[in-house]
């Protein structure tokens, strides 16, 4: 059963750079969709992007796009979220999750194995 570790979150201020990574062990993730999700206080869990198992189709919530790039490195079994121009809005807890499906729908229930998360905070 694969576990999923996500790191790379910290304290920043607006308009500066963070790039999460999860790092998955107990089973290859390479045939695997992945996707991003945060989860903010107070606030239901919402999509932020997701990418095919080979890294070739991606999908962005529409916040998102333009500032958040998903990536991948099979050879190292780890997903990569960056992201630029970092907003206060921007402050959640951000989960890294395997699609069941294999499809980069944004559906929250397609998703499985999840991490702990990383907090984001950006300050103003």
């Known amino acids: 059963q694969v576990q999923l570790v996500e790191s790379g979150g910290g304290l920043v201020q607006a308009g500066d750079s963070l790039r999460l990574s999860c790092a998955a062990s107990?089973?290859?993730?390479?045939?695997?969709?992945m996707g991003w999700f945060r989860q903010a206080p107070g606030k239901e869990r919402e999509f932020v992007a997701s990418i095919s198992w080979s890294g070739s189709n991606v999908h962005y919530a529409d916040s998102m796009k333009g500032r958040f790039t998903i990536s991948r490195d099979n050879a190292k079994n780890t997903a990569y979220l960056q992201m630029n121009s970092l907003k206060p809005e921007d402050t959640a807890v951000y989960y890294c999750a395997v699609n069941l499906y294999g499809s980069l729908r944004d559906r929250t229930s397609e998703y499985g194995y999840w991490g702990q998360g990383t907090q984001v905070t950006v300050s103003s």
């Open positions: 107990g089973s290859t993730i390479s045939r695997s969709a």
